[in-house]
């Protein structure tokens, strides 16, 4: 069977770099070294569960507190051993894990009620704009290797509910959840969501593997059962891996030449398969590229 | 273990209708049975796949000739009987099945090269807009139950690649793709392919099945080895079905009051778990409800 093309967004295999790249993965493949931003081992999150390893990026830039929280977690073990599990997928919405804190008492330096981390000063962030409309915020565009919607007004700035972003799952207001719980989102980003509930990172890797699992048959894409939820193995911070197993990966940074050629070819994708560029693209289609550190 | 809440975006039980409705799931609960259109046994189609039924609605006020293919190809059993498989599952993006048209001659009736249905004219058309802007059309609204972009200079209109939505697989231009390979959306809309591919329909049963299917590890998401796709069983038209076997659903009229009240919450959630509604909405935000035919 040879199947129909239907392009990729972003190519799987790096294009040759050309003087002037034509497509968004091209402008990806001609990116120099020095654009190349390494994320911090003290940043990631290795999250190991049914035999896939998923890899999180936190964002303490945006959310410092649940950022501490989550390494103190990780570094207690806290989720390790079978203690938590994946107990929720809701299709077109999100996969959501974790451990109830309710049940025993939370590992020292947790903050069990941390601050509306929703949003931060936009003052001391460098803004690329996205240079088109968003309809959740009076602006959009990205800082810092992430996507962010701010309003110059009010001088703030927040994280976006993107396809593959982690939040951290609460109760009603004025919880803002521990981070002992936390989901991804695996569908049409919910931005009804930003301002709401705290992003606190992204998967960088493994999320095919986190957003095929069965969905949920209760209210809200809950397991029917306890006995279907999918046991978590462990999570653990890259930063405490031995240097040989300690994963490491990049992002393209923003503010670079090379991201700006990548996003001005996604909004504006001419080749041999699209034949009517649209002008326009929307924040959470301009996924930020990673990649894992090349070995030299 | 209690999980936390997370609303979701449609609540899964109907609640119970209010004067007026605070929250989307409520306006559509609230919705009389004449805001329900009932969809045409002649535009269903039946997947059946590995256990699992999949109910896909053709559109054929948008693109008559694919979705007269698609009825012919279904109708002659073309896809029966493993002749077909699901063999592409690309993160983020598409869920891609079908047989391959050159191993045999193609049914009687099939149009090998449909017209470019990638649009249609505007004209003929009661489209409730969006209210908000859209990053890849100068407008976006809603029409005979779709989601839809327009450009009221050029008099054109055509449904989006929104979540669940279904398009037919081409390989380069000018092939338009006879609708022997489709695929679905499986991630946050890729709306640039708008105007580039035919949008022939939605899943309106059995999309969370449809979703949770292993990525493939190939490039594109192609299964490695032709063992692992997934052969499907049938694909029929509900209206050739048994009476006792038929499929029936229903969607919430866009021009209907109900619809109207819907949108409005959907830009404005604010409830007892959103505190900070966005004042705006992106189109493939708005799902258009859909429900089984009731009973009565």
Avoid at 125 to 139: E, K, N, S, T
Wanted: net charge positive; charged share 20%; glycine share 8%.
């Amino acid at each position: 069977m040879r199947p129909m093309l239907i392009l990729p967004l972003l190519a799987l295999t790096a294009a040759a770099p050309a003087t002037s790249p034509k497509t968004p993965s091209e402008a990806v493949a001609a990116a120099p070294a020095s654009a190349w931003k390494t994320i911090p081992a003290e940043d990631l999150m290795v999250l190991d569960v049914a035999g896939n390893r998923v890899v999180i990026q936190l964002a303490p830039a945006f959310t410092p507190v649940h950022a501490a929280n989550i390494r103190a977690f990780a570094q207690s073990g806290w989720w390790n051993e079978g203690r938590s599990a994946i107990y929720r997928v809701q299709d077109n919405y999100v996969v959501q894990w974790g451990r109830n804190e309710t049940e025993d008492p939370m590992p020292a330096g947790v903050v069990k009620l941390p601050p509306h981390e929703y949003h931060r000063r936009l003052r001391g962030l460098v803004v690329r704009p996205l240079g088109f409309a968003d309809q959740y915020a009076p602006r959009a565009g990205f800082a810092l290797g992430w996507p962010v919607a701010y309003d110059p007004r009010a001088g703030t700035a927040n994280l976006t509910h993107c396809y593959g972003y982690v939040g951290v799952a609460r109760d009603l207001a004025p919880d803002t959840g521990s981070g002992s719980e936390l989901y991804a989102i695996i569908g049409h980003a919910p931005r009804a969501l930003d301002r709401n509930i705290a992003v606190i990172g992204r998967v960088v890797s493994g999320m095919e593997k986190l957003s095929a699992f069965p969905r949920g048959t209760e209210a809200l894409g809950i397991y029917q059962d306890r006995s279907q939820d999918i046991r978590i193995a462990s999570v653990r911070m890259a930063a405490d891996l031995p240097a040989a197993e300690r994963p490491s990966f990049q992002y393209l940074d923003t503010q670079s030449a090379a991201f700006g050629s990548y996003l001005r070819l996604r909004a504006n994708r001419k080749d041999d398969f699209f034949t009517r560029p649209a002008g326009g693209v929307d924040l959470c289609s301009v996924t930020i590229p990673v990649r894992a550190t090349p070995a030299d």
